[in-house]
Structure formats: structure tokens, C-alpha cells
């Protein structure tokens, strides 16, 4: 029973305690600090008291997720679940939470950001008198952090901390980046890249000409429209966010179509994850609910590939993926989400999904012609205002 | 007579056969030829040929039938005369020089005991008879049983080397010693004495020489002192043999004995090496572990016998070694209380055995009366049980044995098996006892678990019998391998043919997967547990006459399952409780190891004080642990209370080694791997006290006196003058060299509950407990 903890080390961590006045602060940045320290006051207070610390964190499961209508997003309901201290099953999460919240602090009040990364490395490290550390794996650090966003209702932009870069974006507009102009008509083959934070205080769009949002599924196809210059012909922007778009992919699409006004078109494979995408694109996702008002595009658009465009396009057996058991569980389930099963079109279109038994890409599009997607595909659809919504 | 009929007729058909097979040659033997022939086999012929029988097959067996043999007439003849057991077993090689590849060998047994001696005109019959001694005709329990044991040896050893064995006896203190040297002639099943004259050389005095170790044991006056053997035998036989040590050996079987018998010494002086290389067999006991352990221990042992008696027998009761020699002391001072002969008990009996009594009784008396013969011949059977039967055979009262014929002898048999009669008189039987065998496990198997338990006496065959059983479980045994079965029988280790024993069906057939084991079937289970069995009877059943294992008789059987069931279930408690206490320690280790972070975290935060909230944490978390320990206990109530009292009066010692480092001192090496234990419950805290004197068992604290060595070589003794008494073992320690083992830390002096190991050891065990020694002179 002799584990030596604290004391010796925490008469060193004591004694530094010099805390920055938080007046100091940016005004956004002290109300997070705030909310920081209320969280270790909460801890000590019911210890001192005798009473057993539990952090509450707001549910982060279907269950606990409302897909409000009116608004056409999805939304985190009020269940909370008990984080204790002294329960085997979240002892260890318990004392992550703490480790987290101390580690942003400290990112807050030294004025830098984070990747999640870099906080899992700052968090981590082997628990006094122990072999074991704090964190094993960064798949342990992620979801902490996510609980404290929700159970301190901050952003993680407000936290300091940023997810790693993907998607670009190419286009008519001209952005502003931490006070740097970026001419997006200028970025050559590569785009630029989409940072994880894109919120107005850092980012404000400059001038603006084009008229719509074209969202790819992946890097590969943006690169090919944008090797065919279909923005600069058809005037839009285009991006992409390799896969499930991150937040900042997100958000900066929902900037762009609220307050800019542009329509977001979406070209997504013709398979289950395509269909997902859409579906977080549009409502947002579950464990993302609570930020769902920052992301989710009600309005977003999309235009391909359909499963009727098998025939109607006249494509080739090479094109044809035959869905997996997994594919078709998938295809199901998100038939059952309300939003999808309430329209008729996109029932109809994952109805003939299940018939035809196979998936399409994008990129198989090209069996048909090199740039067939980009001269025929989409403009057409376009043109023909052919899209789901 | 009708031997020599039968063997004719035999004859007859073989010469009637003869014409069909066409032979030439004439008959190959007349009934008169064969009758030259046939004549008186004597017993002694008859197991010099057939010598396996008596446990004789091989070199190595005979090796140690030889000591076995002797070694329980010692002790029967030490305990039939109320004396403490002192049994010396010395092996000389008489070959040394022989090639190392050599199988067998020419060995001298040499057994000594301290026992009340033979007198004179005796010793040819007790050495020199096959079927003599004074244990057949009776019921009563004892070691040897039939009178072949100990001359037969003699007889091996006559044949395998020519030559005779060599007795010293003496059975009065004040007197010289006989010293016979007897050879059997197996002939007529007579001893031949060849030497026989008086000597004052008891006990043989060569023997202080032999080796480094006996010269440094009998400087003490610890090996064939003249104080420890006042009367006594020692017979010394030569044979050829095969010493080596593992399973079926000498030393296992002496082991086994030490632990069955825990108020015998006995003192073993191996020969110089063994005779052929065999894999190393798995050490149970923990003898002769590291070399310097034993030599302190022996030491400090040597320093304290000088001063009393007393101080000697207090010392550790752990096997000890010195310089090759190994001692079993003396763990128990009281003898086995005396047995008596008994009658055989009606229930059980079988009708010839009834037809022969009555046969008997009438030769002895002509006017026996039924009524009276029941009375007499049988146990427990009283004068109304004895009228009821002689009425429901149609007899009265005074009807003689002579007027019962068979029809009515057969009818008494019936209604001897129904009547209600209490069963056999117990003092027959001297069982070991439940407090005996814990301490005879506790000296020679170092595990963390003891529980005995001993079964009420019953009956087969009209014999009384009991049964105890015990278990070792854990501690320093292995956990791979299947528990090791020990087998005993009045006291006998039984070392062959185990799996022809009913007490190792016994095992087998129990169902140990009850009680939290792994348990293959039809085997042995799987575990960290030596399994002790002992039959106590008037007459064991051996299934032959070298009495390796006991017949698999149902009601023994049932017994022995019934008396492992009850230890198991105390080991099932322990078991089930210890793996608790670990979940609850492991829980609050869980919980300390995050409380210290928290309390980090939350300083880093919002500044607050990072040990007071480590300390306010650390005390919810004791307290949340606590809660679950009882909430468990409610759910199983039975768990606490039982084991509480198991380990109090049940016949059950915990030895809880997971003792703070500091308590520990240098003995810990060896229990360093110890699983973590959780907090201390009560049934911990009685474990802990028998802990107190398993200290002193162990060298441990004795170890720790000369750690202190440092200091005092620095200063004079002063500062510890004030811990009272004791000095001169201290003195005499001084000036020895250093010990391998580091000093502890200062504060270890003060952690330590009791600095004076010397004065702990006056303490001794009693149904689990501790006793301080001078307030309980007897116990029995």
C-alpha cells in the first residue's frame, strides 16, 4: 500500500502557482479559463467535502442526439452521464479529464494552440509511482477532449486546439487568414489548405464572385476539376475534405453559405459513406450534435453520383462495385435516419441503390471519358438543376 | 496330506496323457519322487526369495526400506515407553573410491534412537526372526505390524554383503551397553550370533567423527550426545544399495516422517555422494535452501544450546543443516498419547473371523458363556446388547459356546451386524492431531495456507480407523504442477505404489474444482498444495507386506474424501476471500495511483492545495474500498465469520507474507513475488500473529542481529542494554564475521514490534494460535 503520489511532487507544483491574472486575457479566452477553474473548484469542493468528485459529461450517443426538424439539423439533447472518481470504469478517464483541463489552461494562458496530438504528448506521461501512463494512445486523448468541450460547452477553437489540415479549397474569392490575403484564384495545382480553425475572428472572406460551392468527396477528384479550371469556367469554389470533412472544412463551408449566401453542391460517391458524408454535411454528425448550429448546412446539395446514373448516363459493368453485406447494413441504417427517410427522393435513390446491388465512385467516371465528370457530368446536372436535396 | 493327494492325482492325468503325445521318455516324475521333494518352507527362505514382497525390488528401495524399517521400531519402541523420540539415521559409503558410473554400492545403516533398549536375552529374536515382534497379535496402533520388518533388513543385508548386523543396546541407563553382532540363518529362521559382549559405547562414539557436519553438531552436544541418549539401540546393517536423493528416497521419507511426527527428532547424516546422477527432483521442502542461510541459522542454534536445555528446544523449528547433516527438531514436546489394545468391534466382522473366536474362547475355557464371550472378545458391545443378541439367536444368558451350533453362530453373525451398538472405543487410535499436523506441515512445507482437519473414528472390518487430512496450499510451491499427495499410515510415510492407495483415489475423486482449483479428471488437481492424508488404525490394511499402500476399502475411502472435502473447504474460503482481498487491493490501488494526478491537475488549475485534496481524496478512496469489503462480506456473510474462526480454532494457519519491507528485513529475497494483498481484515491480523512466530522459524530475525553489528562494533552494547535481558548470545555473535546481508535502514529497529528474537521462540502453537510456552507445560 505504499504508493508515494502527490506530495512530494505537488509542494513543487504548488509553490509555481503564480497564475497569470486572467484579466490579462483575451475576454474570449478568460470566460474558457473560468470555466476551467470552476471545473478543478468543483473537484476539490466535494472532496474537501467528503463527497465523492464526479464530473457530469453531456451524452455523446444516438440516444442522446435530436434531430430537430424546423431546423433540419441534428441536436444534443440534455443526458448527461456521471464521470465518478472512485468507479473502476472511469477512475482513469476521470483523472484524464483533469490532466486535459490543466494541459489547456496552460495553453490558454501561454496564448498558443495545439494540435491533439501535441496535447496527448503534453498530457502524457507515467503515473506517479506506477509503470502505467496517463495516456496509452492518442485514441484515448481525442475523446477526452471532446467531453470537455461539451461538459464545459466551449469550442475547441476556445480550448486552443486545433485537428490536423485536410481539404482544400480553389476558387473565385479572396480569403483572409490571421490578417494574410489569399487570392484563391491563384493557388496553382495544390489549393490552399483548409485550416482547423476558420472562425470569424481568425478568418474573414474578401471579395467573392462566385456564385456557388462545388464540394468533392476526395483530393483526387478536386484535382481533377481543378486541372480542368471548373471553377474559373463555371465561377464557383471548390473544395474538398479528403473523406468526412473535419470541423474546419465544415464550418468553412457553412460560413460560406451563411454569409455569403452560396449554395453548397455536393459530388459524393454513390455508396453508404457517400451518402454519410451528405448527411453530416448537411445535419451534422452524432458526436458533433452539440455543434451542430456551427456546421451542419440544412440547405446543402446533392448532385451526384446517383444511382440512377447508371443507365441514364449509359456507364460501363467496369464502373460497378458490388456492395459488401457491411455496405448494404450501412445503406439501411442510413435509409432509417428522419431526414432521409421523410423524403422521398432519397429514399427512392437508396431504394435503387440496394436494387442495383453495386456502388459507384467519382473517379470511376472516367471510364467514360477523361474528363467526362468535369465538361459533361456535372455541368449538366447543373444546368438541369438535378440534385437531391 | 492332501497336498501330496492332489499333486498325485496331477501326476495320474499326466500319465494318462502321455500315449496321445507319443513321447519316448517315461513319466518325469513319481508321486514318491515329488514326496522326497516336499517339505516345511520356512518364512524366512521364503522372503529371502521373494524379497520384493517386503519391499526389497531394487537397491535403491531396499536403501531405504532398511531405514524405514528401523526407523519406525525406533520410534514405536520410544513411544510405547512414554520417551521423546531422538532418532539418529547415518549412511556411510563404504565404497568412496568406487567408479563414478557405479550403480549400486556397499552402504552401513546406522540407526540410533534414545528408546528404552532391548534386553539381552531378546535381541536374537528381534533381529534375527522373521514373523516375531509383539505388534501382530493385537489390536492396537503402532508403525510396525507383522515382525518382518527390521529383520528383514538384516537378512538383505546378509545376503547382498555376508555380513551380520551389529546392535548396541541399552536398556539401562546405569549400565554397560550389549553389543551383539547377529547373523539369521534363514534356514530355521534363527539368529546366529557371532559378538557378544558388554560395551560402554552407547551411543557409538565413531560416529561424532564422521563428517565435518556431525563433528560440528556433536561439539554442541547435538548429535549422539550421551545427554539425549541415556538408553537406547542402535543397529547397523551393511547392504548393497543405492543412495540418491528425489522421490522414494531416504531423505524424502525422513522429511515425511518429521512432518507426521513432529515430537521426534531426527538427525540424518547422508554418505558423502549419491550413486548416479537423476534429474533434480522438485524441492517441496525447504530444506537446505542456500547455503548461507542454513549456516547462520545452524550457527546461531549451536550458540544458544550451551546455555539450557530449554533455549535449545526453543529454537527454530525448521529443518536445519550443518555441514551435510540434516536435523528435523523436535516441533511439538508431548508425545502421542498412549494407545491401548482393543477388541475387535462386532460391526463389521466377518463370519469365519466370529466362528474362529468362538472356536478359541472354547479352548479356553470350556464353560464360556455366550453372554460373557460377547462381553469379553468383542469392544463396545454391553450386557443388555449382549442378552438382546443371545435371545434373538433363541439362547439364554448362560448358554455355554459349546452348545451353539453353526446355524445358530451364523444367526448371531446377522444380528451382530444389526444391532445398535456405539462405535469402537477412539483411545485405540492416536490420531496426529489437528494442532500436531499443522505444525509438522508449518516445519516442512513452506506455504501460505495450512488447514488440517481429523475425522471421528470409524470402522472396517470391525477395526477402528481414522483418517486426517491436511493441505499446504501456495507459498513457496509450484502452481504448475499437480499437487503432491503425501501419504501416511500410523505415522508411516508411504512413498510406493501411490496410485494403487485409497487415499490417492481419495484425491482423485474429490471434486477440488469446489473449491476453486483446477482439477483434470480422474487426477490429481493442479496447485501450489501438498496434500497430507493419514490413516490412524489398530491394523492399517497395506495392499502387501512391504506396506506401500493402504487397500482401497470403501469406508476408508469415504473418510479420507470426507476429511479432504473438509480441508478443502477451508481452503475454498481462503481462497475465494484471498482472491477478494486482492480485487479490493488492486481497486485502491487503482484509485491512489489517479487520486495523486487529480490533485495535480486540479493545483495546476485553480491553485488549490494539492496535498490537502491528495489527502481528502486518499481518505474517500479508503473509505470506498472499505465499503465494498463489506458490502462483499454481506453478500456472503459466512466468508468473514468463517475464515475468522478457521484461522483461530479450525485447524487453519494463514501465513500472510506480504509483511512491510521494513518488517521483513533481509529475509524477504524469497518473497519478494508475493501477490499484492489488500487491507487488513481480522482474519488477517490472527494470521499475522502466527506470522509473529513463523518469524523466528525462519532466520530472518536472527539474520537481523547481525546487521546490527555496525553500530555496536562502533559503540559499546550501551544503547540497547535497555532492551532487556539476553546479552550473552548477543556477545558471543559479535565477534563473528559479517553477514552477507546489508544493514537495514535505521528506522527498521524501531518498525520491528520485538527486538529480541531470542526470546519469541518460548512461544508455541496451539489449534492455530500462539501460546506463550510457560503458561502451557502440557497440553495433552
Excluded at chain 2, 281 to 299: E, F, M, N, S
Excluded at chain 2, 338 to 346: G, L, M, N, V
Aim: charged share 30%.
Amino acid at each position: 500500500m505504499a504508493r508515494k503520489p502527490a506530495p512530494k511532487s505537488s509542494s513543487k507544483t504548488t509553490a509555481p502557482t503564480t497564475r497569470k491574472p486572467v484579466g490579462k486575457l483575451p475576454e474570449r479566452d478568460a470566460k474558457t479559463v473560468g470555466k476551467l477553474v470552476g471545473l478543478a473548484d468543483m473537484v476539490s469542493k466535494r472532496s474537501m467535502g467528503g463527497k465523492e468528485p464526479v464530473i457530469q459529461i453531456p451524452l455523446r450517443t444516438r440516444t442522446n442526439t435530436n434531430w430537430n426538424k424546423k431546423k433540419g439539423i441534428l441536436e444534443m439533447g440534455d443526458a448527461k452521464a456521471d464521470r465518478p472518481l472512485f468507479d473502476l470504469k472511469t477512475a482513469k478517464q476521470f483523472m484524464q479529464t483533469m490532466l486535459h483541463a490543466s494541459t489547456i489552461k496552460d495553453l490558454i494562458e501561454q496564448g498558443k494552440t495545439s494540435s491533439l496530438r501535441g496535447v496527448f504528448y503534453k498530457a502524457k506521461h507515467t503515473v506517479a509511482g506506477t509503470k502505467e501512463n496517463t495516456f496509452d494512445t492518442q485514441d484515448e486523448s481525442d475523446p477526452i477532449l471532446e467531453d470537455l468541450e461539451v461538459s464545459l460547452g466551449a469550442l475547441r477553437e476556445e480550448l486552443h486546439i486545433f485537428a490536423s489540415t485536410r481539404g482544400n479549397l480553389v476558387g473565385n474569392i479572396t480569403i483572409i487568414d490571421k490578417g494574410d490575403e489569399i487570392n484563391a484564384r491563384r493557388m496553382g495545382s495544390g489549393g490552399w489548405g483548409i485550416p482547423s480553425i476558420v472562425e470569424p475572428s481568425t478568418l474573414q472572406f474578401g471579395k467573392c464572385d462566385a456564385k456557388f460551392v462545388l464540394h468533392v468527396e476526395k483530393d483526387t477528384v478536386w484535382q481533377r476539376f481543378n486541372e480542368d479550371r471548373f471553377w474559373e469556367e463555371h465561377n464557383c469554389i471548390l473544395t474538398h475534405g479528403g473523406g468526412q470533412p473535419p470541423r474546419g472544412c465544415r464550418r468553412l463551408l457553412q460560413r460560406l453559405n451563411q454569409e455569403l449566401k452560396l449554395p453548397i453542391i455536393c459530388v459524393l460517391d454513390c455508396d453508404p459513406w457517400g451518402h454519410y458524408i451528405y448527411s453530416v454535411i448537411k445535419q451534422g454528425s452524432i458526436s458533433l450534435a452539440f455543434e451542430s448550429s456551427r456546421l451542419a448546412i440544412p440547405d446543402a446539395k446533392f448532385l451526384g453520383i446517383r444511382s440512377k446514373d447508371y443507365e441514364a448516363c449509359d456507364l460501363g459493368d467496369a464502373i460497378k462495385i458490388d456492395l459488401t453485406d457491411n455496405d448494404i447494413k450501412r445503406a439501411k441504417e442510413i435509409a432509417a435516419y428522419p431526414w432521409f427517410a421523410e423524403n422521398r427522393h432519397w429514399r427512392k435513390e437508396i431504394e435503387l441503390l440496394l436494387k442495383n446491388g453495386f456502388k459507384m465512385e467519382v473517379e470511376a467516371m472516367i471510364n467514360k471519358g477523361i474528363s467526362y465528370v468535369t465538361e459533361e457530368y456535372v455541368p449538366q446536372r447543373l444546368k438541369a438543376k438535378d440534385w437531391l436535396e | 496330506m492332501s497336498t501330496a493327494h492332489l499333486s498325485g492325482a496331477a501326476v495320474a492325468s499326466e500319465i494318462t496323457r502321455k500315449p496321445m503325445s507319443k513321447s519316448k521318455t517315461g513319466p518325469r516324475a513319481t508321486a514318491e519322487s515329488m514326496a522326497s521333494k516336499q517339505r516345511d518352507i520356512s518364512v524366512s527362505e521364503f522372503f529371502a526369495k521373494n524379497r520384493h514382497l517386503l519391499g526389497f525390488d531394487n537397491p535403491r528401495k531396499a536403501l531405504l526400506t532398511t531405514v524405514k524399517e528401523a526407523v519406525d521400531n525406533s520410534l514405536d519402541a520410544c513411544e510405547e515407553a512414554g520417551i521423546l523420540p531422538d532418532v539418529t539415521v547415518i549412511i556411510e559409503d563404504l565404497q568412496p573410491d568406487r567408479p563414478a558410473s557405479a550403480k549400486a554400492t556397499r552402504y552401513r545403516v546406522t540407526v540410533a534412537d534414545n528408546g528404552p533398549g532391548i534386553v539381552r536375552k531378546q535381541v536374537e529374536n528381534v533381529f534375527g526372526r522373521l514373523l516375531f515382534g509383539s505388534k501382530f497379535h493385537r489390536l492396537k496402533m503402532s508403525r510396525g505390524q507383522q515382525g518382518i520388518g527390521i529383520s528383514a533388513a538384516g537378512m538383505y543385508g546378509l545376503i547382498t554383503t555376508g555380513k551380520p548386523m551389529v546392535i548396541h543396546t541399552k536398556p539401562k541407563a546405569s549400565q554397560q551397553a550389549h553389543h551383539i553382532e547377529l547373523a539369521m540363518n534363514t534356514k530355521t529362521n534363527r539368529a546366529e550370533v557371532t559378538v557378544d559382549n558388554e560395551t560402554d559405547d552407547f551411543p557409538p562414539r565413531r560416529f561424532k567423527t564422521l563428517t565435518s557436519g556431525t563433528r560440528e553438531l556433536a561439539d554442541s552436544e547435538q548429535f549422539l550426545s550421551d545427554r539425549d541418549y541415556p538408553t537406547g539401540t542402535s543397529v547397523s546393517i551393511e547392504l548393497e544399495a543405492r543412495y540418491q536423493k528425489g522421490r522414494g528416497s531416504v531423505d524424502e521419507f525422513l522429511e515425511l516422517t518429521a512432518i507426521a511426527n513432529p515430537h521426534a527428532r531426527i538427525t540424518f547424516v547422508p554418505p558423502s555422494k549419491e550413486s548416479a546422477p537423476e534429474e533434480d527432483d522438485t524441492p517441496l521442502l525447504r530444506k537446505g535452501r542456500g547455503g548461507v542461510q542454513a549456516g547462520t541459522d545452524a550457527a546461531s542454534n549451536s550458540d544458544a544450546s550451551p546455555e539450557s536445555p530449554e533455549a535449545a528446544e526453543a529454537a527454530p523449528v525448521v529443518t536445519l543443516e550443518t555441514g551435510g547433516v540434516t536435523v528435523y527438531p523436535r516441533a511439538v514436546t508431548e508425545l502421542p498419547p498412549e494407545t491401548k489394545e482393543i477388541q475387535p468391534h462386532p460391526r463389521g466382522i466377518e463370519l469365519g473371523i466370529l466362528l474362529q473366536m468362538l472356536k478359541e474362547a472354547q479352548a479356553e475355557r470350556e464353560t464360556y458363556s455366550l453372554h460373557n464371550f460377547l462381553q469379553d472378545k468383542f469392544s463396545r458391545v454391553s450386557a443388555s446388547t449382549a442378552s438382546g443378541c443371545c435371545r434373538a439367536i433363541g439362547a439364554t444368558a448362560r448358554t455355554k459356546i459349546s452348545d451353539i451350533d453353526h446355524a445358530q453362530a451364523e444367526k448371531l453373525f446377522k444380528v451382530l451386524q444389526d444391532v445398535k451398538l456405539p462405535p469402537p472405543p477412539t483411545d485405540c487410535l492416536a490420531p496426529i492431531g489437528v494442532r500436531q499436523l499443522l505444525a509438522g506441515m508449518l516445519k516442512g512445507v513452506r506455504a501460505e495456507f495450512y488447514a488440517a482437519s481429523s475425522r471421528e473414528p470409524d470402522v472396517y472390518r470391525g477395526r477402528p480407523f481414522q483418517v486426517e487430512a491436511a493441505i499446504a496450499f501456495g507459498g513457496d510451491l509450484r502452481a504448475d504442477e499437480p499437487a503432491r499427495v503425501i501419504r501416511f499410515a500410523n505415522r508411516v510415510p508411504l512413498l510406493y505404489q501411490q496410485s494403487a492407495c485409497s487415499s490417492f483415489k481419495a484425491v482423485t475423486e474429490t471434486n477440488w474444482r469446489n473449491y476453486d482449483l483446477q482439477h483434470p479428471r480422474g487426477g490429481v488437481p493442479i496447485g501450489a498444495m501438498v496434500i497430507m492424508i493419514h490413516m490412524a488404525s489398530v491394523w492399517v490394511p497395506f495392499t502387501s507386506e512391504s506396506k506401500e499402500a493402504v487397500a482401497d476399502y470403501d469406508e476408508i475411502r469415504k473418510e479420507m474424501k470426507l476429511a479432504l472435502q473438509e480441508c478443502g473447504r477451508k481452503l475454498g474460503t481462503y481462497l475465494k476471500k484471498r482472491a477478494k482481498m486482492r480485487r479490493e487491493g488492486e481497486r485502491r490501488d487503482v484509485f491512489q495511483k489517479y487520486i495523486g494526478e487529480i490533485a495535480q491537475a486540479c493545483n495546476a488549475i485553480s491553485g488549490v492545495d494539492a496535498e490537502a485534496l491528495y489527502e481528502a481524496l486518499l481518505e474517500q478512496a479508503k473509505k470506498k474500498t472499505a465499503v465494498a469489503d463489506l458490502e462483499l462480506d454481506e453478500d456472503g456473510k459466512a466468508i468473514r465469520d468463517k475464515s475468522t474462526d478457521v484461522s483461530d480454532e479450525d485447524g487453519v494457519i494463514i501465513v500472510e507474507r506480504a509483511t512491510p519491507p521494513a518488517e521483513r528485513g533481509n529475509a524477504g529475497k524469497d518473497l519478494e513475488d508475493l501477490p499484492p494483498v489488500g487491507r487488513m481484515s481480522r482474519a488477517e491480523a490472527a494470521a499475522l500473529k502466527v506470522h509473529a512466530m513463523r518469524g523466528d522459524d525462519e532466520p530472518s530475525l536472527i539474520d537481523a542481529k547481525p546487521t546490527k553489528r555496525p553500530e555496536q562494533k562502533g559503540r559499546p552494547a550501551k544503547p540497547r542494554a535497555d532492551t532487556k535481558g539476553d546479552e550473552p548470545p548477543r556477545a558471543a555473535l559479535a565477534p563473528k564475521p559479517a553477514a552477507s546481508s546489508p544493514a537495514p535502514k535505521p528506522q527498521t529497529r524501531q518498525a520491528a514490534p520485538e527486538p529480541i528474537p531470542r526470546q519469541k521462540p518460548k512461544m508455541t502453537l496451539r489449534d492455530g494460535k500462539l501460546v506463550p510456552k510457560d503458561e502451557d507445560p502440557g497440553l495433552f
